[in-house]
């Protein structure tokens, strides 16, 4: 069992950042794989970008994403952050945290937190 708690939304202009963190705590075990997705009203939930900690274990991102931002893991606290720049009004939605055990069907969300973007 692993509870995940998302701080760091709010509301920023277009152009600014935003840094979002998430603290995983429990039953961490390895390997696995932490990460972010986002839902916006009327629209599914997306995967944004996760990291794995296996050794040589590499960030991805959704295409709409990449450049702009930029996933970071701590593992000595069990930490995961979500650092955005540039952000664009359709960045707008509720950003969950999500931690997986790879190689199985083990998955657990944090409750989110919202972003938005406007002027």
């Known amino acids: 069992q692993v509870q995940l708690v998302e701080s760091g939304g709010g509301l920023v202009q277009p152009g600014g950042s935003l840094r979002l963190s998430c603290s995983a705590s429990?039953?961490?075990?390895?390997?696995?794989?932490m990460g972010w997705y986002r839902q916006a009203p009327g629209k599914q939930r997306e995967l944004v970008a996760t990291?794995?900690?296996?050794?040589?274990?590499?960030?991805n991102y959704v295409d709409s994403v990449e450049g702009r931002f930029t996933i970071s893991r701590d593992n000595a606290k069990n930490e995961v952050y979500l650092q955005m720049s540039s952000l664009k009004p359709e960045d707008t939605a509720v950003y969950y945290c999500?931690?997986?055990?790879?190689?199985?069907?083990?998955?657990?969300w944090g409750q989110g937190t919202q972003v938005t973007v406007s002027s």
């Open positions: 999500n931690w997986r055990r790879l190689f199985t069907t083990y998955q657990y």
């Open positions: 990291m794995p900690n296996t050794s040589g274990g590499r960030a």
């Open positions: 429990g039953t961490i075990s390895s390997p696995n794989a």
